[in-house]
């Protein structure tokens, strides 16, 4: 009943930046928190950044903070991460994802997710 799909992902030189946008069908979309996560190879889903439903509550893993941003615009039922300053340990699969209710950081309680959309940052 919902689906998410990712795009914006590419090849981008260090220090450089992306916005990656998730596009959500489902009603009514303004419940849902929306998050990104990624995951680089060999590696577990890691936590980026998430968003309340009404936009009023933004939270960011350490590692990205002052970096990137996220946002909501909830009349085109949409999500962005705005990327700059990109690193080469940012290079990963990042992955849109919705959940009801708060805010976590545990890839394990979001309900629906994305196909996710490659970032690769060259030195």
């Known amino acids: 009943q919902v689906q998410l799909v990712e795009s914006g992902g590419g090849l981008v030189q260090a220090g450089g930046s992306l916005r990656l946008s998730c596009a959500v069908s489902g009603r009514p979309f303004s419940n849902y928190v929306m998050g990104w996560f990624r995951q680089a190879p060999g590696k577990e889903r890691e936590f980026v950044a998430a968003?309340?439903?009404?936009?009023?509550?933004?939270y960011y893993a350490d590692s990205v903070k002052g970096r990137f941003t996220i946002s909501r615009d909830n009349a085109k039922n949409r999500v962005y991460l705005q990327m700059n300053s990109l690193k080469p340990e940012d290079t990963a699969v990042y992955y849109c994802t919705a959940r009801m209710g708060s805010v976590v950081r545990a890839a394990s309680s979001y309900d629906y997710w994305g196909q996710g959309t490659q970032v690769t940052v060259s030195s």
């Open positions: 968003i309340t439903g009404s936009g009023g509550g933004i």
